[in-house]
């Protein structure tokens, strides 16, 4: 099974390679073809790895294919590692990125770089793939590095508007941020361990680091910095709705489901560094609570679609950095899950509809679309149900319920964390209804000139399909005892302990489900059942000012603005001249002006050169007597 | 050879003939003058030569102002030639008329 | 033989190709090309029948040596010697000749005898300098190579290439000036020491110094060295060199003849004079750190793409400075890969740019913009080589300056940090070219053709090696092993006495 590895990120690969190479000269069908055909068989792959996972959840499964660099006692492999951790992400990656290719297909079809797209989606594969099979951290860097130059031509893929490129840049240069800082944090562990190799440094540093507190504290703070730039959480988080400039199929793949999820698997694969640092993992969680709460105010008041969707996995992840700070790790990889499949599904689907509306990205401008698109309509209302958590019958309730619970009865948990998750809860539940009532209620005000075709309805029944079977993979310990997924991570992932609590799992479980319901209803009675209500707030000017703040997601661009970009750009443009160059230039004209001044001497009359001799030789004279 | 008792007043005269050729040099415009000029200093410096020669009992002095007119001839014969040379493209003498080669 | 018969090879095609012009104004190229392609083959087939050759065990020695005495009264002979490090290089200045060759194809149509005349002397010139042994021979190899450069600029570069030539005449000169003393002060202390005057490498490696002196004639070496690289604030010369010379001088420049520098360094300095290096190792590294941020701010600012990648040059070598003075393995490999993947990406660089102003007659960037859909050929490579300069894993550029970085970590933390800092910086002019060179609004141009099949072969070249060096990297770090292993036992050595690591091996 170890020697099937390779194949998985090698067939993404040669579909990149091929459509790179020759693309421009295949016809669609054929680009097509090796386009979804690649990542197809890469997910094949990874269904039988994973059935053979399914049996032996105790295994796993490794492969070197050659050793990258070696040099003393530094040797990092091409060395490919799957355990049960892995092979969640695996199957995510491969399935839904298979499904978004499918769909990409219809998509993007009509785009004269059709080709040049799907080859940055292969790639893109097989840089995730390799992220999450690496079994030392070069590899993981280079997986790493690999998904963000992806993201970054994906961002910009429509080259010729110059803000695509902006948020292009911007994407890539914040989550570089952060990869520094994990670059640095590899450095530390190489020094410490004498290895890169992540098993050996996983079994290594409970007993190393017993007494060095300190190091794990250090270590795990700069892993934790590559984690929040490529997972946009709170202080590195803004770049991810100006992503939103890409394909909607490339928003569903990289900037919903995969990519930005980076960050949660690095955490999950190294909890056990992390778990001897435990100020560092009460930072995750408070990290998480508030990007969660900043996420989800914002995505309340946004106009954008596509922006809605992106706070709203800004937010998402933010429960993800919240379980995993409280230590409910399976909890966390199952929140990932599900929120794949359910976020993916939903920016499909809305890009589906932007599509059919000639690229209305306005929420306020749709409307109505319940009857016209019904495919879309009911599969968005299901993922979107999973989103906001409706109980029981949702993916999402199980998994959100499960980061609830554990937030208030986890290791680390505690109520400040718990009440700001709860409001989080609701501020989910206010949005999603609003995205619903606006986009699919109402009087429609927009023409449906393209409803989607087959390639593009499919991948979204199937989404659909996997969204709402998910969430009974894993259910509430007071339901009754079926946990099938955090069973088979658990030879990756320890257990979540719990603390005793005076405070039940099924009160927990209600107060959720209240909170769904009151945002729900919020955004009912204020766009639905009295839409008049909304302008005459607005005249309050606290309000207004609070839905800018908001809207512009609390000022964080315009703050980083302030503090780095126009610094940095005020200082190479006072300096464009080098003013190490000017000291050299001034040093020239310094000579030049000298032997200007003296050249005033030679003026070619004799009697004064004369002079200037007799002169001379006085003054030598009477040196030597004076002397 | 008896050895001169005067050298000082000797030597005081060569300086006197240096000195008069120096601001000869130094003041006339007309180049011949200055050439001339020039023309005494060389004969000052001869005459100390000879007369330093004298004092020591030495042939050297001799042998230099040997040297000095055979070089004065020399000089004197390019110099008159560049003069002429002068006289022919400039129709002057003033040297302050043709100064051309300033920096 | 082998190394003797390099050099007169390039020297005697430069001469060959001067004379052919009086045949026809085409040949000089042709026989420039045969030249370099022979050399290149030459040095390629010595590698690969060497390879076996570089162990650790038995203690490695030179691969090749070649001696003639040439002045015995001063100890001077003509004395050439390679190890695996100079292989490496002399493998990269013959693979870079080649390309130089390849891309004034077209470029260069006046005095083209001349100009394959030059280009070939500053082959064997820095083909010498990696060879000589003999530090008078060096110095005179280190000349050579010198002029002709400065022909190149001053006879076909751009507008300014007077100016242009005569800065870079005179850094490189005056500085040279100093290391021509260091030399002789060397000569004679080490004369002074044993009774034996010589200018030879190995004799002289053991040399030990009284205090204030060998400290100031290892800053005349390093100071010519530090030119060469260039380090800041020695870097005056580079920008406008870059941008004014030819695109064959600017390749060469940025490919090899700021190795030059760094190679000295490696070869010279740090295993003559230990002791004083490590005394300077901590200001060196700000130098080195300050460099790389330096170039970084300076790159984004720039208009002129030459003058753009110059500054990004600068920003690179500061890497090699860094890693130069963190006295380990794994920093002194980066060095060596950096020397080669900088001059793979540089060079790629400037050949792009060369390319873009044969095509629209500027090297001003605000008026570039959206040519991708015009050359999406070109625009791909540009993007590539873009990507190796950020240090994208996958290219050779993130090996060699990873191992940098992490070899500096383990002495030098802050150090690395702040330069690691200037990776950021890195991606930010790196995607500003692209940004404004590719993408964007289409501006105003006419009819532009992607690459001909000329310019395919040598960017596919390059970008292929420059992968292959990012993938595969082991074959260099295979060869250069022996020499750096060398290299740090004896700084090793040293540094039992007189340093004290901050970190210790656990």
């Known amino acids: 099974m170890s020697n099937l590895l390779w194949l998985l990120p090698a067939f993404p690969f040669l579909g990149f390679v091929l459509l790179t190479a020759i693309g421009k000269r295949l016809s669609s069908r054929h680009v097509a073809l090796i386009g979804v055909g690649s990542i197809t068989l890469a997910g094949i792959v990874s269904l039988i790895l994973g059935i053979s996972l399914l049996q032996h959840p105790l295994e796993h499964y490794s492969h070197t294919l050659w050793i990258w660099i070696d040099i003393g006692n530094f040797q990092p492999g091409m060395g490919l590692y799957v355990d049960t951790l892995a092979m969640v992400f695996l199957f995510v990656i491969t399935v839904v990125g298979a499904l978004i290719h499918v769909y990409a297909c219809e998509f993007m079809e009509k785009d004269p770089d059709y080709s040049r797209f799907m080859s940055c989606m292969n790639l893109f594969v097989c840089a995730m793939l390799l992220l999450v099979m690496a079994d030392n951290f070069l590899l993981l860097y280079l997986g790493w590095e690999g998904v963000g130059l992806c993201s970054y031509m994906l961002i910009g893929f429509w080259y010729e508007k110059p803000a695509n490129g902006y948020a292009a840049r911007k994407a890539f240069t914040m989550t570089r941020l952060g990869d520094i800082s994990l670059a640095i944090g590899m450095m530390y562990l190489f020094y410490e361990f004498n290895s890169l190799n992540i098993a050996k440094i996983v079994a290594l540093a409970p007993e190393q680091w017993a007494l060095q507190p300190q190091t794990a504290l250090i270590v795990t703070l700069l892993l934790l910095g590559g984690a929040l730039g490529k997972s946009a959480q709170f202080p590195l988080h803004n770049w991810l709705p100006d992503a939103m400039a890409g394909p909607s199929p490339v928003s569903a793949l990289i900037h919903a489901a995969t990519m930005v999820t980076a960050g949660v698997y690095l955490i999950a694969r190294m909890h056990a560094l992390f778990e001897l640092a435990p100020a560092v993992q009460g930072l995750i969680a408070i990290i998480g609570a508030v990007t969660l709460l900043l996420a989800g105010f914002s995505a309340l008041v946004q106009y954008d679609i596509k922006r809605v969707l992106a706070y709203s996995t800004i937010s998402q992840i933010g429960y993800m950095f919240l379980a995993l700070g409280v230590g409910a790790w399976t909890a966390a990889i199952f929140h990932f899950m599900v929120h794949a499949f359910f976020k993916a599904l939903l920016f499909l689907a809305a890009g589906a509809i932007i599509e059919a509306l000639h690229h209305e990205h306005n929420m306020f401008r749709m409307g109505g679309l319940k009857s016209k698109l019904p495919l879309i309509f009911w599969t968005f209302l299901i993922a979107s149900a999973s989103l906001a958590a409706v109980p029981l019958l949702s993916a999402g309730f199980y998994s959100k319920d499960q980061i609830l619970w554990y937030t208030l009865a986890g290791q680390y948990g505690n109520p400040v964390l718990y009440s700001m998750a709860l409001v989080g809860a609701l501020l989910t539940a206010a949005y999603t209804a609003r995205m619903m009532l606006l986009v699919f209620w109402g009087q429609a005000k927009s023409q449906v000139l393209r409803p989607p075709g087959t390639r593009m309805s499919l991948p979204l029944i199937i989404l659909a399909l996997l969204t709402s079977l998910a969430g009974f993979l894993e259910f509430p310990h007071n339901f009754f005892h079926f946990t099938p997924f955090s069973d088979f991570l658990n030879s990756s992932l320890p257990l979540t302990s719990v603390k005793e609590q005076g405070f039940s799992e099924g009160i927990s479980q209600v107060l959720a489900a209240v909170m769904t319901f009151v945002g729900a209803y919020i955004a009912y009675y204020f766009y639905h059942l009295r839409p008049n209500l909304l302008p005459v707030l607005k005249e309050q000017s606290w309000l207004l000012f609070l839905q800018q703040l908001w809207l512009k997601g609390w000022y964080f661009d315009q703050l980083y603005d302030f503090l780095w970009v126009r610094p940095f750009q005020w200082i190479t443009a006072k300096n464009k001249e080098d003013v190490i160059d000017g000291w050299y230039s001034s040093l020239t004209s310094a000579t030049r002006t000298m032997s200007d001044s003296l050249s005033l001497l030679q003026s070619g009359s004799l009697r004064w050169y004369v002079m200037g001799m007799v002169l001379g030789a006085i003054l030598l004279l009477s040196l030597q007597i004076l002397l | 050879m008896n050895t001169p008792d005067n050298i000082e007043s000797i030597l005081l005269l060569a300086a006197l003939l240096f000195c008069i050729g120096m601001a000869g040099v130094m003041i006339r415009k007309n180049i011949l003058f200055m050439l001339l000029s020039v023309e005494v200093m060389l004969n000052a410096s001869g005459l100390a030569f000879i007369a330093a020669g004298a004092y020591w009992g030495q042939p050297d002095g001799q042998v230099m102002f040997l040297f000095i007119l055979a070089m004065a001839a020399a000089e004197v014969s390019i110099g008159l030639a560049l003069i002429l040379q002068i006289y022919h493209l400039h129709r002057s003498l003033d040297i302050d008329k043709i100064k051309e080669m300033n920096g | 033989m082998i190394l003797l018969s390099l050099i007169v090879l390039l020297m005697l095609g430069g001469a060959l190709s001067y004379l052919s012009e009086r045949l026809n104004p085409y040949a000089p190229r042709w026989v420039a090309l045969l030249t370099t392609l022979t050399s290149f083959v030459l040095v390629i087939i010595f590698w690969l029948g060497h390879y076996h050759r570089f162990t650790l065990s038995p203690a490695p020695n030179w691969l090749e040596e070649f001696r003639l005495e040439w002045i015995p009264t001063f100890g001077i002979s003509f004395h050439l010697a390679i190890d695996g490090l100079s292989l490496i290089l002399l493998a990269l200045t013959c693979f870079l000749g080649l390309l130089a060759v390849l891309c004034s194809w077209r470029e260069i149509q006046e005095r083209t005898g001349f100009f394959y005349f030059n280009l070939l002397w500053i082959l064997a010139g820095v083909a010498g300098v990696f060879m000589a042994i003999d530090l008078f021979l060096f110095y005179f190899f280190w000349e050579i190579m010198l002029i002709p450069m400065y022909f190149l600029i001053g006879i076909w570069g751009g507008h300014k290439r007077v100016y242009a030539a005569y800065k870079f005449f005179i850094f490189t000169q005056a500085s040279g000036l100093l290391m021509l003393l260091s030399i002789l002060g060397l000569y004679y202390s080490h004369g002074q020491l044993t009774g034996h005057y010589t200018f030879n490498y190995t004799e002289l490696l053991g040399t030990t110094f009284s205090d204030p002196r060998g400290f100031w004639l290892m800053m005349g070496f390093c100071i010519a060295f530090a030119v060469k690289l260039p380090l800041i604030p020695f870097h005056a010369w580079l920008p406008d060199a870059h941008s004014e010379a030819p695109t064959a001088g600017s390749l060469l420049l940025a490919g090899i003849l700021l190795k030059t520098g760094a190679y000295g360094l490696l070869r010279f300095v740090l295993p003559i004079f230990p002791v ?128 940098i970085l992490l070899g500096s970590f383990e002495a030098h933390r802050w150090h690395t940090v702040i330069a690691a800092l200037g990776l950021v910086f890195s991606a930010v002019y790196s995607l500003r070219i692209v940004q404004k060179i590719f993408l964007g609004p289409q501006n105003r141009y006419g009819v532009l053709a992607d690459f001909t099949h000329r310019e395919r072969l040598m960017m596919g070249i390059l970008a292929i090696s420059i992968f292959w060096l990012g993938l595969f990297p082991q074959p260099v770090i295979h060869t250069a092993r022996p020499a750096i292993v060398k290299l740090v036992e004896l700084l090793s050595k040293e540094s039992d006495t007189a340093y004290q690591p901050y970190y210790e091996p656990k």
């Open chain 3, 276 to 403: 004083q290096a490590m005394e300077i190792a901590t200001p060196a590294m700000w130098l080195g750190v300050t460099g790389v941020l330096y170039g970084a701010f300076l790159a984004f600012s720039q208009t002129d793409l030459k003058r753009l990648i110059a500054y990004t040059s600068v920003s690179h070598m500061g890497f090699v400075m860094m890693g130069l003075f963190a006295f380990n393995e794994l920093a002194l490999q980066g060095v060596v890969m950096q020397l080669i993947t900088h001059a793979i990406s540089t060079g790629a660089l400037f050949l792009l740019a060369g390319m873009l102003k044969e095509r629209l007659h500027t090297r001003d960037i605000g008026q570039m913009g959206g040519l991708w859909t015009r050359m999406p050929q070109l625009g791909t490579l540009g993007l590539v080589f873009a990507l190796a300069s950020l240090g994208l894993p996958g290219f050779g550029n993130f090996v060699a300056e990873f191992l």
